[in-house]
């Protein structure tokens, strides 16, 4: 089954192709086994031990073919998933400029699902974000606004200048388009370890997005049928690496610190997304 | 024809056109980035790559080198010149890889206008088998992509400017290469000059000469990918 990473730069589709395999291989994916791992994983294992370095990874390079290509064994059940790990500046100028990359078309009609990456940090700003974590139960004084590209006076508007939510909507519009049947879609809220730590108690992923990316949470209610979704909250390092790691977390192992927070709020595998995509295509 | 115009790519919420000395439609843009984006095991590293851009109607000369200063792990930094297809026959092309220059300190206005032709050159040459291999790689009539082991790959680069100037002018735009840290399967490049093969062996169709142990034949050692 080939699933499909949809994500614009730096919103943690490699970082969490590879937590997933560290999951894997270090036996922390549930009832999820690897059987054998198809093509190369060289540039898994470099991202695990970068990782371990509390490093974050690099960016991926446009013309990058690399993949997480394995076989996965869910009880009697052996499944292939194969999840092309594109750069994200393919899917960002495809959208700035309304123009199809090749690839990505050719795969829409071919996948069984698709993953769709957000950033926490980036659609709900973190002084937001404390403000809501506020005890006294005051509102804000402010509403906080959508982060969007940096306006130029003067600037003509493009849709680069489209705020995160609006993109991704734009995104799923445009795939619809091209695709006659249902396409499962996980949407991954990545740098969850920032909501965790900062709003008290933690919101439910679903609750967070309904209440931070309103636009995007009604286009998935209104296209359920087209658009059969689960959405988990996710860190892939665990924590921030620039800021440090908690102390507990510094002697744990990558696959140990990564985590994932089911649509109800559930701690869950880093496997979670893709054993609900294989439930959603079968 | 006194001056090439220039590109310049770098990150900044992505990795994106940071300066041009003529503008390019999104089309040109999305058919020049992936030869002007690279990864990097070394920080001292850099790499080269020629090919011709059809939608650009032109070649495209360019430089890429690791930008660690820039906040997001990975970033690049590329610069490439725009030869037409009359530049590409009628100017001695080695004198550019001197123009190529890594910007610094944020200082983009130099990129921003067609850069005057150098006079003159400065040429160095590659160790002995490797030239032989690139000039083996260049003339061979076998049609399949090369690709050429070599443990410092930046040593090929006055070699290969050198081998497209040689070129018959027809010939020149159909001849593309790139060094690099691994060279890949199926790379759209006829010469790729890398210090290993990136994926599991057998994948490509690519011929890889090895010409870092020698045999005695003249001709170097040669197998499929």
Redesign the interface.
């Known amino acids: 089954m080939k699933f499909m990473l949809l994500g614009?730069?730096?919103t943690g589709k490699s970082s969490l192709l590879v937590a997933l395999y560290g999951a894997l291989v270090n036996r922390r994916a549930g009832d999820l086994r690897i059987v054998r791992t198809v093509?190369?994983v060289?540039f898994l294992s470099r991202g695990l031990l970068a990782f371990g370095r509390q490093?974050?990874?690099?960016?991926?390079?446009?013309?990058?073919?690399a993949a997480l290509l394995i076989e996965l064994a869910r009880g009697e059940q052996v499944v292939t998933v194969d999840i092309p790990d594109r750069?994200?500046?393919l899917l960002?100028?495809m959208l700035?400029?309304r123009?199809w990359?090749p690839d990505l078309l050719a795969q829409i009609s071919l996948a069984s699902g698709a993953l769709l990456f957000l950033r926490a940090d980036e659609l709900a700003p973190l002084e937001e974000v404390e403000m809501q974590a506020e005890p006294n139960g005051n509102a804000p004084t402010d509403e906080a606004e959508p982060i969007t590209?940096p306006h130029v006076p003067g600037a003509e508007w493009s849709p680069a200048l489209m705020p995160a939510d609006s993109r991704a909507v734009d995104l799923l519009q445009s795939m619809l388009g091209q695709r006659s049947h249902p396409l499962p879609l996980a949407i991954i809220i990545s740098a969850w370890d920032r909501v965790k730590a900062l709003i008290s108690p933690p919101p439910s992923p679903s609750e967070w997005l309904a209440d931070n990316v309103t636009l995007l949470d009604q286009y998935l209610t209104s296209n359920g049928e087209r658009l059969p979704h689960a959405i988990f909250g996710v860190s892939a390092q665990g924590g921030d690496f620039s800021a440090g790691l908690p102390g507990d977390m510094l002697g744990e192992d990558p696959w140990d610190r990564s985590f994932v927070v089911g649509p109800h709020g559930e701690r869950d595998t880093l496997a979670s997304p893709i054993l609900w995509l294989l439930d959603a295509t079968t | 024809m006194d001056a090439v115009d220039q590109l310049l790519f770098g990150y900044r919420d992505g990795h994106q056109l940071i300066a041009a000395s003529r503008p390019l439609s999104s089309r040109q843009q999305r058919d020049v980035l992936p030869h002007l984006d690279a990864s990097f095991d070394q920080a001292d590293a850099q790499q080269l790559v020629g090919i011709s851009i059809p939608s650009l109607d032109g070649y495209l000369l360019g430089r890429i080198w690791p930008a660690p200063e820039r906040p997001r792990p990975g970033a690049v930094w590329a610069h490439a010149l725009l030869l037409s297809a009359e530049q590409l026959t009628s100017i001695r092309l080695a004198g550019l890889l001197g123009s190529l220059r890594r910007p610094l300190d944020e200082q983009f206005d130099q990129y921003n206008s067609a850069l005057p032709l150098p006079h003159g050159f400065e040429y160095t040459a590659a160790p002995p088998p490797l030239a032989r291999a690139l000039a083996w790689a260049v003339r061979s009539a076998d049609i399949s992509p090369q690709i050429v082991l070599w443990d410092n790959p930046d040593e090929a680069e006055g070699t290969l400017v050198a081998l497209l100037d040689a070129s018959p002018s027809a010939e020149r735009l159909n001849l593309s290469f790139r060094t690099r840290e691994r060279a890949r399967p199926n790379s759209p490049y006829r010469i790729q000059v890398a210090a290993a093969v990136a994926g599991p062996p057998g994948e490509g169709r690519e011929f890889v000469i090895d010409p870092r142990d020698p045999p005695h034949e003249s001709r170097p050692q040669t197998s499929a990918a």
Do not use: F, M
């Open positions: 614009e730069q730096a093509d190369d060289e490093e974050s990874l690099r960016r991926t390079e446009v013309d990058s073919n750069s994200g500046e960002k100028h700035d400029t123009v990359d590209q």
